[in-house]
């Protein structure tokens, strides 16, 4: 989980790049991505799992920029989709159609349709209506899809509420005692092709127990199948390693891995993962500038330019995220601020009590961004999606313009005149 970003002559840097000139150059709001932090990344995964086979399946949800797929594709990566409209962007982003894994509970039939088209990895299945669809649709093409059953482990990862996904009372995956039951369901259609199984328990763990605990359920079932004479060649352990956003004591790739690599030792299977913050959210930083410093009776109020609908995790998951001037202020006081956003809700905030020095016209540096951030942006309030950066060594590249005014009200109509 790399960084390149860091301070120099009280000037943030990314890379070779002064954050500051990007902000001059290509207007705020707008996310920086790192080039070589995504690499770096992704090599940290190769890496760690050297010692057994494996594909990394980058998640594509939490950053979809097309140039973020290009640069991970170049790489070798493979990728975790979930709707038709990742699957196009890995596809024209040149990733390799055989290193798709597609996931997700409710892919329709012209999504799985397109995915057998073009020949993905695997299905990640997590219901058995949704096997008898895909077995229908792949029989229509005479065809036969690769498929994983996703299984709910109940295993509490420990994170919030809202992105925890492997308890018994969430909507995801099939419980794991039922799974053999639709395991044999499957090898009995003749258009399903057992090749693995599938788990995903969660984001932002920051233990490995989980991870352990789930590993051994898994490998648990793979035996199970295996003596009822359905063999796997891969076991896919989802995403959701933790990151640092304030000061989590979190695990490295690495030590994750060596956790759960001990499990494999000795069996065949492939080991599938399916990182996406852990890829991406450190690699980015969303720019904004302060509009107004606006001093009340109880607060002081640092007004951005960027608002809870380009960027939505603190107010939806009340997530905490470092925030920074970009160039530091040696004659300014520091004093406690709200950093908040012009959208009309008191919900619309980045940051909630910070120390900072700032003054109008300063540029703040929203940390961590990199993930869950642009992909999760709207247009409430009537505001343009804001620009993507990428930078690479001393360059700074656009790789998605700042939507304009037309571009907002694109495919609206009027009534036509009564
Ligand atoms: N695989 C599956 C099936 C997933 O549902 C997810 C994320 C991942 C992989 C990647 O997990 P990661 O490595 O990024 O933790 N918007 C929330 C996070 C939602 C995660 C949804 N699923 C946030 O901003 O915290």
């Known amino acids: 989980m790399h960084s390149t970003i860091y301070r120099d002559n009280g000037q943030l840097l990314m890379e070779k790049v002064s954050l500051q000139s990007i902000a001059d150059k290509f207007g705020t709001p707008c996310y920086v991505y790192s080039k070589t932090a995504l690499e770096l990344n992704y090599h940290a995964y190769v890496n760690a799992l050297k010692s057994h086979p494996h594909l990394v399946c980058y998640a594509v949800k939490s950053n979809s920029n097309i140039a973020v797929l290009q640069s991970l594709a170049k790489l070798g990566c493979g ?8 699957l196009e962007r890995v596809l024209i982003a040149g ?9 997700g509970l409710g892919k329709t039939a012209d999504e799985m349709s397109r995915a057998l088209d073009v020949g993905i990895h695997c299905f990640n299945v997590e219901s058995e209506s949704e096997l008898r669809l895909l077995n229908k649709t792949a ?7 690769p498929i994983s059953i996703r299984v709910n482990p109940d295993v509490n990862a420990k994170t919030h509420p809202y992105i925890s996904t492997g308890l018994k009372e969430d909507k995801f995956g099939i419980d794991i005692n039922q799974a053999l039951d639709v395991y044999q369901d499957a090898a009995s259609m003749s258009n399903i092709n057992i090749v693995g199984l599938d788990c995903h328990i969660g984001s932002q763990i920051v233990e490995k127990s989980p991870f352990v605990d789930t590993m051994k359920r898994l490998l648990e079932l793979a035996d199970t199948l295996n003596e009822q004479g359905i063999t796997l060649n891969h076991v896919d352990i989802g995403g959701g390693l933790g990151v640092r956003y304030q000061n989590e004591s979190i695990q490295s790739v690495d030590q994750y891995m ?6 494999l030792e000795g069996r065949s299977e492939t080991l599938i993962v399916e990182p996406g913050r852990s890829m991406t959210a450190n690699a980015g930083v969303l720019l904004t500038e302060v509009l107004y410093v606006k001093v009340t009776e109880h607060k002081n109020f640092a007004v951005v330019d960027a608002a809870m609908n380009d960027m939505l995790r603190p107010s939806l998951y009340q997530a905490w995220m ?3 001037n970009v160039e530091t202020n040696v004659n300014q006081q520091e004093k406690t601020y709200d950093v908040v956003g ?6 619309d905030f980045l940051a909630k009590s910070r120390q900072l020095t700032v003054k109008e016209g300063d ?3 929203l940390f961590s ?3 869950y951030g642009f992909v999760m942006s709207s247009n409430y309030n009537s505001r343009p999606r804001v620009a993507e950066i990428m930078v690479n060594e001393d360059s700074a590249f656009v790789i998605r313009q700042r939507e304009t005014l037309e571009e907002l009200i694109k495919g609206e109509h009027l009534l036509p005149e009564q």
């Open 95 to 103: 990733g390799n159609p055989s290193k798709i894994v597609f996931s």
């Open 258 to 263: 060596r956790a759960i690599l001990p499990l």
């Open 139 to 145: 029989e229509e093409k005479g065809l036969k899809a």
């Open 342 to 347: 012009p959208v009309c809700e008191s919900g």
């Open 363 to 365: 540029c703040l540096c």
């Open 79 to 86: 990728f975790d989709i979930v709707s038709i409209g990742e």
């Open 369 to 371: 961004a990199g993930a």
């Open 322 to 324: 470092d925030v920074q």
